[in-house]
């Protein structure tokens, strides 16, 4: 079994692979000034994005394999495990990393919104890729924030440090809309996919065993992060994917109602829900009735 490196600070990191730290909470390391290293499997306690310019070999995310391709941006989240072990051979690494610690953005407006950039929670397969224009922009930015870092810390180092990371992320959010677009003849695919698994799902007779299906279900089936995955659908779809799920579940839910032979319960039962209070509940808020009023409304007509 691989031995995994505990990596909590950020100068443990940047002892891991001989850089300096010039500040204790964030970190630009540009590899083409460091010596070859080792890689070990590193669990983060820290955020860290790298970005790869060049093929490096074959890199791990959780289980995933992955070849870097030129301009690739890869997010790594606190608790996250990535990385292999080279087995103590030494490798030149190219292009940069950006690792900061919770602690630097704590009680910012970055602080609050670090959730949203959901992309620290994508698989490495579903890394970032720039082109040369968007290569361009985030190299700059990792200058401006290694410039900030060199600079002797004073009270406006953390503002003008978080400021210049929160906009790296929101270029990171516009490139990743822009990849969302241009590879959307994939994500129909995937759409296509995710119909055909909800239609088998309730065909299945699955719901009345294991109850109702959730995001994470539909994304382990396509392979995807949940994260990914619902960015995804809510790019192609405007809905959420569990909006996506509900609405397929509430016209199934009409079906099952208009067949004389089922009760309320009956139909609660089959499409997965614990409760029938919890379906009752549902469907008032998706159709604007109880489902005893909409099966006795679409009786009368």
Known sequence: MDAIERLDTVKQYNDSVGADTLHPLVS?????????????????????????????????????????EDGTLVF???????????????????????????????????????????????????????????????????EKIATEIELNIDKHSKSLIVSNIDLFLKYCMRFYDRQFITRNHINSDILTRFEHLLNDFFKSGKPALIGLP?????????????????????????????????????????EKILETNKNITEVSDELGFKYQQHFTRLFKQKVGMAPIEFKSLNKMN
Request: glycine fraction near 8%; charged fraction near 25%.
């Open 28 to 68: 630009v390391v540009d590899f083409k000034n460091i010596s070859p290293f080792s890689y070990f499997r590193r669990y983060m306690g820290v955020y860290a994005v790298f970005l790869k310019d060049v093929k490096c070999g074959e890199i791990t995310y959780g289980c995933q394999p992955y070849d870097y």
């Open 76 to 142: 790594i989240a606190p608790g996250q495990v990535y990385g292999i072990d080279t087995k103590g051979e030494k490798i030149k690494a190219k292009g940069k990393a950006l690792v900061f610690h919770p602690d630097l953005i704590s009680g910012t407006s970055l602080g609050k919104t670090i959730k949203d950039y959901s992309f620290f929670s994508y698989q490495v397969n579903e890394a970032l890729h720039l082109s040369k224009k968007e290569r361009a922009i985030i190299n700059d930015c990792f």
């Open 214 to 254: 959730s995001v994470g279900y539909f994304a382990d089936q396509l392979n995807l992060s949940a994260n990914y995955f619902g960015d995804l659908i809510k790019k192609e779809t405007s809905s959420t994917a569990l909006e996506y799920i509900q609405s397929k579940l509430i016209e199934l839910a009409k």
